[in-house]
């Protein structure tokens, strides 16, 4: 008999946004004629950038003739591509990365989403609350959590953040071996200063445990005073796996393309307390469940980097940033505390004592505006809604206009 993973059971019905696709799509089905404006899933909308569409074109007319033609490339990403990263991203920061530690993929997603299956089954694991639902929902699936019961899994070491903490967590009061951080942070918006982050590069060291850090967002940063990579604080190679993607930063969700930082000094234990090599083990696994990303899209990444590259999508990420200081603006005048924002495309914003997902239809169905229910990332959501800047001017300040007719 052929049985499944009761894990999966324990798991929410759907994925959170696409049950808000589903809500939404029944929304417009009762109501043809509404123009709904999606701010809820941090989707982009802006075209590729002329330099990363000329890339594209590039590594596409290669694959159009037999002596420039690629076949299965390097599971691990071309060098051209990781070689630009190490310089652009960590080098260039002084972060000590090298190309070899880079491995490209198809987007932080999958890799926040798989990389839990290097660690033991009884592992501690502390999570964010709110979180991105994905790192969640991948450890219930791998069995690491009991059932779900008043909006948490038992099992799992749940760092509350809230206002009082300025949604950011504390150092846990026991010990745990796996950590997720994300700052710029999704879905707060809320940013880690260097000295916040160097807490727990000491608390994973002394802890003996592994710090995941999600950096999708890392492009959104205009205060020089944050940290753009986490290994811009001394020790964080030997506790530290960094997630990076070109999503939000160069419009690839469509795309796809992203890339995961496993330092070589990054040390994990067998039950003997014995050291492995986490760099050996991920790239064991990369090369086993992965067959590299298209040649075409990495050229297109390889041209992010690129002079013209790099004014485009700064030009494109300050446009989203605009659209988010538009949004704070509004909110603030409607008299609701927010957070986020400023570094970042996401809008935390506290609904009082309203309920998430009642704020949430209440935006659809009085403004026809798609937000993201807080509930949707945790129980400290429960009273908060996040909106994504990642749309078109003309579309946020329409939706901004509506916002305060249905909220005044
Ligand atoms: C979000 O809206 O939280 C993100 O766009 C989802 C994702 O990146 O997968």
Sequence with gaps: MIR?????????????????????NEHQKKNPEAIIIRMGIGDVTMALAPAVIKGFHEGVDEMAGDATFRGY???????????????????????????????????????????????????????????????????VMAGRTGRYEDGRYSGIFYMDCLKENQFFPELPDEKVDLIYLCSPNNPTGSTMTKNELALWVSYARENRALILFDA?????????????????????????????????????????????????????????????????????????????????????AEAVYSKEGKVQIRQQI??????????????????????????SPYIWIDGADRDSWDFFDLLLTKAGVVCTPGAGFGRCGQNYIRISAFNSLENVTLAMERLKKALT
């Design 216 to 300: 999708a967002y890392e492009s959104f940063i205009r205060d020089n005073e944050l940290p753009r990579t986490i290994y811009e604080i001394e020790g964080a190679k030997e506790v530290a796996v960094e997630f990076r993607s070109f999503s939000k930063t160069a419009g690839f969700t469509g795309t796809r393309c992203g890339f995961t930082v496993v330092p070589k000094e990054c040390m994990i234990f067998n039950t003997k307390g014995e050291k492995i090599s986490l760099h050996a083990l991920w790239n064991r696994r990369h090369s086993t469940k992965f067959n590299g990303v298209s040649y075409p899209v990495q050229k297109a």
């Design 73 to 139: 490339g390097p599971e691990q990403g071309y060098a051209f591509l990781r070689e630009k990263i190490a310089k652009n991203d960590f080098q260039d920061q002084g972060a000590d990365i090298s190309a070899d530690e880079i491995f490209i993929s198809d987007g932080a997603k999958c890799d926040t989403g798989n990389f839990q299956e290097l660690f033991a089954q009884d592992i501690k694991v502390a999570l964010p609350d709110p979180v991105y639902p994905a790192y969640l929902d991948t450890n």
């Design 318 to 343: 300050d446009y989203y940033l605009n659209n988010a200081d538009i949004i704070s603006k509004t909110i603030a005048s409607l008299g609701f505390d927010y957070v986020g924002g400023k570094n």
């Design 4 to 24: 499944a993973n009761e894990n999966y059971s324990k798991l929410k019905s759907s994925y959170l946004f696409a049950d808000i696709a589903k809500r939404v």
